[in-house]
Structures are given as C-alpha cells and as structure tokens.
C-alpha cells in the first residue's frame, strides 16, 4: 500500500532534501533547482473514533509559506479511511476563532450530520467541538470539507476512502489518491471582493461578454492588470495561473508529488477535485487511463486519454505503466492558466517532461445556448428577420440554410455547424460584422452590459434574443441574470471546452455506464427546471434569477418520490452542481445503467437532466460547487418532506 513508507525511499528522499548536487548531473534541468520529488504519502485516520481539529496554519507550497486552514496539521486535512458497514464516530473540534463545520461529500449520512449550518445543524461555534456519528451505507472515493465562509478555501479539505465490505470489483495492486486543489496567496475575502468590484480581475474560465461578442479576448489586459497588483514581481512571470497555485496533494508543481509503483502494477488512482474555483482537465501522458469509478460509484471501465472533473467531482482511474520510467500526471486548469503537476515514478526523485500549456480555449456558440447546426434545418427559427442579414445575397433570405452554406455570405459553416470554433472565428467565417454592429451586440462594452437591467434589445442575435424571459417564466427578470440560453441542447456528449480538437479520447458523461443496475428505476412522476443564471460583470450568481439570501422557500420534494431535473445554465460558464444527501441518475440514455453522481458539470449553455429519488427525509444543501458562486447565492435549500404531512 502506498501508505506504507519503504524505507529505502525514506533515505532516496532525505538524499535528494539533503544533497541535490550530486543528482544534478542527472536530472532534466528545469527540475534541478526545485523538484525535490516528495514521494510523502498523505496523512491518515482509520478506525471507529476519529479526532479531526481544523485550526490556522501555514503551508509551503513550492517553498513559500502561505497561510492556510487545516486539520490536525496538514492540508489537505488527512485521508479518513473507513470499511463499508462500519460505525464511525468523528469529533471535530474547531480551535478557529470563528464557526466552522465538516461537510462529508458524498455520503450518505442522516441530515443532522451532513454539516451544512443553516441547513443542518448550527455549525460548530468557535473554541468548540461537535460529535459526528453514523453507519457507513456504501464505498468508495469521497471527500470532505467545510461548508463555512470562505474556510474551504484555505485549505479546510480532505480525502475519504471507505473500502468496501466485500470484495472490490476493482482489482489493482496498489494506490494513490490524488486531491487537486488551488490555493492562493490573497485571502479569500479579497478575492470575492475584487470579484465583486470587477469580476475580470479573476477573470479566469470565463470571457466578457462583451468581449465575446466582440470576438475579442479581453482577458489579457485584465490578466496584465491582475499581474500589476501583485506582491511580487517573480509572480508575473510565474506560469500558473495568476492568483492560483495549483496544488496536488497540497504541494505545487515545483514540489512535485511523487507516486511510485514498479514496473507492471495496476495502479488505482483515486482522483477528487477540491479545489475552490478551477476544473481540472487531467491527464498522463503516455498513460491510458481505465475509469472504473465517478464520484465514488462503480463505472463499467471505460478507457480514456483525458478527463474534466469538475469541482467537487471524484474519479478512480487505474494506469498500468510497464516502462521504468516517470510519468506526468497534468491537471490543467480549463483556462490554462497553469497547471496541477505530480510524478509517477518507480522512484522518488525521478521526473518527466511537464507538455505546455494548451492554447486557451475560447467560448463557443454552443456555450452561448445556440445551437447553430440545428438551427440551420429548423423552421421557426427565423434569421433572417434581424441585422445580422443585412448586406447578405437577398436571394439566400428566403432559405436560412442556404443562407448559412453560402461561402461568404453569412455564416461560415464548419466555423459554426460543427461547435467547435469560437466566437472570433464568426469574425473570419464570412459574418457580416458590420450588420451584427448594428445589431447592437460587436458594440456593446461592460458598462452597457453591465448597466442594462430591462430590456435587452440588444442582445438579439437577429430573432434570437440572448435574453428571451419567455423562453424561461421561472427565471426572475433582474440584474443578475445576463443572458437566457435561447436553445440550451444537452452537453452530456461533450468533453469540455478546449478539449474537443485534442487527438486523443476525452471522457464524456455519455461513456459512464453504472457497473451494477440501478437501485430505483421507475419513470419519474414530474419534472422540474432549474435555470443556472448569473450575470458576470456583477458578479451575481444564482438559481432561477433568485439568491439564496432572496428565497424563504426550499424546494420541496415528497420522500421516495422521483423527480426529473432538468438543469438548464443560461451562463457561459460550466458550473459544477452538487446535491447533498442523495445521489441522482444522469439521463444519457443508458437505462437502468444510468450512472449515479452527487456532482455534475453543466456546461456553458447546455442542459443536464437527472433523475432523482428522493428517498433521504430533511433539510438538503443543494448549490452550484464553485465556492464563489455558492457565496453569491447559487444555492437552495432542498427539502424532502415525510409521506403523511407533505404541505
Ligand atoms: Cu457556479
């Protein structure tokens, strides 16, 4: 077990701490200065009765000390390990100077110990304790970490591995687990400050819209801005991200975190995502990847080159590398802003070729909510009514789609039919840039975005409205809701923005088939939308148009129900959307193979449609798992109410 600490690595790893120079001769040059290649296992707890005491700490992170929040010392905050059919007790004791509270991702415990405060239970006050206590019902990858301020992130997370209680329908000969994280060195009070005075500042997967509809990224400047404000002038040529060093394991990728196997071994590597704000796209070079588990259930394995995980996402992968040699596992954040960094390794102190980064993908009309293929043969869709035609052959008005195959005249095709091209590609396809000038949308700028509340004539894409309340009368019209997906189409068969054109296979939500049949599968008895909306030169994110803070009322559902959810993002973002207590069946056409999930990404623009039991009696946190935008408001209470006094 990788936990286990062979003490000839011991003494590789104090030789390599404590004289580098005579390695140097052998290793790459970029890693001679910093890579130390710490092969540390994380940290573990075992057992029926668990202390965890989450207090102020530092951590170095490619040398430097940052401040942090961790539990009993470290961060991440240890590996709870647990069998399947155990009790366990876990006592948090908070030495903080403020609340705080541990949220177990994933499990299924009674309400009173999800630790949500406000939800569940009142948090745990300062300079006190709170006593967790219940049955394990499942196994698997999990996680855990504060459902408090802006505690998580600091550092307040951890991994949870519960073995199952027979045998493993996955075979492998050792593993690692694996916590992406990002970590700043500016508090996170500040960071949602400035996000709130001027999102672009942290303007990291997500472009203007101003400067998409422009067919421009202003995100550079904005990134040269954020450089200025830095402490640190070696930090703007650092090549992460420009607040976030991406951390595996709590380490950055100068640390390079070790893992080690020899030669042959099927290697289990228990990936979680939780970091605070960033996607991870994740892959090893010269490693396939088998995933056997998503967000802790059993996959019927499916090989992949790539994979996104979206925050609060877990994935087991087994890697079988045969050649003794060290291997790059890459989380690179979806911005390519920087990037994860840890080694496999037969050896401490080995290390491989860290790829560039990606160019950084731009957003696409797909993650807009338009779907142009479909609407090339479609009907109603009238596009000829607006201005984006103006100046176009007359004669190809009459028939859009003739209008759209016409080289030259409107739209290019391949740049737009086929989705994967960027906004800035409509630019050099053919578009009249001049009708769609006047049309209102390549003029606009942040403040006129910014600034408009009513109506948002501008924003129509010739008949398409970018901002159509008709298209969803849940959403409360206001500032804080942008844009409204004109066609949201499912995304469950897309990789991620940036990872359509990359050569190798990506992991979709569409390959995951559940390994065992589902435990419910009847038809659900009524469906139910839910808008992801937000307005991002505010800074504004929330549900149906509503923040949390604005809603009295949960979402009722009536115990053992089931309950179709269609998850519709009129952002252009992904948000990762999380619902404690229960685990819900993604409709991808897989029956009762659906595979089961707590998290999903929702992609920019698209939908996602699960079914849901609601079988888990009590008061449930239901929220996008951005942190930010949970702060904003992007979060509901869910309520599952008792057969007998349903309201
Ligand atoms: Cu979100």
Not at 97 to 112: C, F, K, M, N, T
Not at 343 to 368: C, I, N, Q, Y
Not at 378 to 387: E, L, T
Not at 426 to 451: E, K, L, N, Q, Y
Request: charged residues 20%; contains cysteine.
């Amino acid at each position: 077990m990788s936990r286990i600490i062979d003490r000839r690595q011991m003494l590789r790893g104090a030789a390599l701490a404590g004289g580098g120079l005579a390695l140097s001769a052998y290793m790459p040059a970029w890693a001679q200065t910093n890579s130390t290649g710490l092969a540390t296992p994380l940290p573990t707890v075992t057992g029926n009765d668990i202390t965890l005491r989450i207090a102020r700490q530092t951590m170095m992170i490619d040398g430097r000390p940052s401040k942090a929040i961790g539990i009993n010392g470290t961060v991440p905050a240890p590996l709870i390990r647990l069998r399947e059919g155990q009790n366990v007790r876990l006592n948090v004791i908070n030495d903080l100077d403020e609340d705080s509270s541990i949220h177990w991702h994933g499990l299924l415990v009674p309400p009173q110990y999800d630790g949500v405060p406000g939800i569940s239970f009142p948090g745990i006050k300062a300079r006190s304790s709170f006593l967790y206590e219940f049955p394990l019902k499942q196994n698997g990858t999990y996680w855990y970490h504060s459902h408090s301020g802006l505690q998580e992130q600091l550092g307040h997370y951890g991994p949870i591995v519960i073995d199952p209680a027979d045998a493993d329908p996955v075979q492998f000969d050792r593993e690692h687990v694996i916590v992406l994280s990002d970590h700043s060195q500016i508090s996170p009070a500040a960071i949602f400050r400035y996000m709130k005075v001027n999102p672009g500042y942290f303007n990291y997967q997500q472009q203007t819209l101003a400067g998409l509809l422009a067919g421009k990224d202003q995100t550079l400047k904005e990134r040269m801005d954020w450089g200025k404000m830095r402490m640190s002038p070696t930090d703007i040529s650092d090549a992460t991200g420009p607040a976030y060093t991406y951390l595996v394991n709590g380490h950055g990728p100068r640390d390079n975190w070790t893992a080690l196997f020899t030669p042959g071994q099927r290697v289990r590597l228990r990936i979680i995502n939780a970091s605070s704000m960033t996607t991870f796209n994740v892959r090893i070079p010269g490693l396939r990847l088998t995933i056997v588990q998503a967000d802790g259930q059993n996959v019927m394995p499916v090989e992949v080159d790539e994979f996104q995980i979206g925050v609060a996402e877990t994935y087991d992968a087994i890697v079988t590398p045969t050649d003794n040699r060290a291997y790059t596992l890459v989380g690179e954040a979806i911005d390519r802003s920087g990037l994860a960094r840890a080694t496999l390794a037969p050896h401490a102190g080995m290390a491989a070729e860290v790829p560039a980064l990606r160019p950084r993908p731009l957003a696409s009309m797909k993650d807009m909510g338009m779907d142009m293929s479909s609407m090339a043969g479609m009907d109603g869709m009238d596009m000829a009514g607006g201005g984006m035609t103006r100046g176009v052959d007359p004669t190809a008005e009459k028939n859009p789609s003739a209008r759209l195959t016409t080289p030259g005249a409107g739209m290019a095709t391949g740049a737009m039919a086929q989705g994967g091209s960027a906004m800035p590609g409509m630019d050099h396809g053919g578009m009249d840039h001049g009708a769609m000038a006047a049309g209102g949308m390549a003029g606009m700028d942040h403040g006129a975005i910014g600034s408009q509340q009513g109506g948002m004539g501008a924003m129509d894409m010739g008949s398409m409205k970018m901002r159509d309340f008709s298209k969803a009368p849940q959403v409360k019209k206001g500032p804080g809701v942008q844009t409204i997906s004109p066609m949201p189409m499912d995304r469950t068969d897309y990789p991620g923005q940036g990872l359509e054109d990359v050569g190798h296979k990506v992991l979709v939500y569409r390959d995951l088939m559940s390994l065992t049949p589902n435990p419910d599968v009847r038809a659900p008895s009524r469906s139910l939308d839910i808008h992801l909306t937000g307005n991002m030169e505010r800074f504004m994110w929330s549900f149906d148009g509503e923040k949390m803070s604005d809603v009295h009322e949960p979402i009722p559902f009536l115990e053992g129900e089931r309950v179709r959810i269609n998850l519709i993002n009129d952002t252009m973002m992904g948000h990762p959307i999380h619902i404690h207590g229960h685990f819900f069946e993604l409709v991808t056409g897989h029956g009762d193979h659906a595979p089961r999930k707590h998290t999903v990404i929702v992609q920019p623009g698209g939908k996602v449609t699960w079914d849901l039991t609601a079988d888990a009696v009590g008061d449930w946190a239901f929220h996008c798992h951005l942190l930010y935008h949970m702060h904003a408001g992007m979060m509901r209470t869910v309520s599952v109410r008792p057969r007998g006094e349903a309201a």
